[in-house]
């Protein structure tokens, strides 16, 4: 099974590759982001607990995200793999994906870390800002706080993969076409 981190920071390419690898290797896609919403929406009961952490201003517990991420991968009967999306962001979160993938026979093959210049992030980011309305990528001191988070506090997941010999660092600048490329080589390479 073929199960992926893409890793990179706000406005990195993250989603438009995620689509194109979904594509050329029939993988799942999981977002932690779109897995919250899911539940939520049907008032499962572990969507409830989230909501009820989020409507204080809380991080939901990572307890509480991996159950949620356990159902969704449960869901699906025999896939080719899944590509993590918005998960692990710390390292607690890392090592807890670990034991569950382990706990159903897998796990993490590498983690694809998209490497884009700080000006280049902003640049795109303001340019998906006018294209998809993101009031969020508009503001520039809300990208600098956006940024300096992923610095800070994401970031370092990059040394949990990387002690495991499955960080693969992938040169994000250039055109889409061009880092996809990069991208499929190096999941082809393995």
Do not use: C, W
């Not at 989230?50 to 995200?65: F, H, I, N, R, W």
């Not at 159902?71 to 807890?96: C, M, S, W």
């Not at 490497?115 to 969020?136: F, P, T």
């Not at 992938?170 to 499929?184: H, K, N, P, Q």
């Amino acid at each position: 099974m073929l199960n992926i981190v893409l890793f990179g920071p706000p406005g990195a390419g993250k989603g438009t590759q995620s689509e194109r690898l979904i594509d050329e290797f029939g993988l799942v896609h999981l977002s932690t982001g779109d897995i919250f919403r899911s539940n939520i929406k049907g008032q499962t009961e572990l969507g409830k607990l989230a909501k009820s952490y989020m409507d204080q201003g809380k991080l939901v517990p990572d307890s509480v995200t991996i159950d949620l991420l356990r159902a969704e991968v449960l869901k699906h009967n025999k896939p080719k793999g899944f590509i993590f999306d918005g998960f692990p962001r710390t390292n607690a979160q890392a090592e807890a994906l670990d034991v569950f993938l382990d706990s159903i026979d897998t796990s993490i093959t590498l983690m694809l870390s998209l490497d884009v210049e700080e000006e280049e992030l902003k640049k795109r980011l303001i340019k998906r800002a006018e294209v998809s309305g993101r009031a969020d990528d508009a503001d520039p001191k809300i990208i600098d706080n956006r940024i300096a988070v992923y610095h800070k506090e994401t970031s370092p997941v990059k040394s949990f993969y990387e002690q495991q010999r499955k960080l693969v660092s992938i040169e994000g600048m250039g055109s889409v076409d061009e880092i996809t490329a990069r991208l499929f080589t190096s999941i082809k390479s393995i």
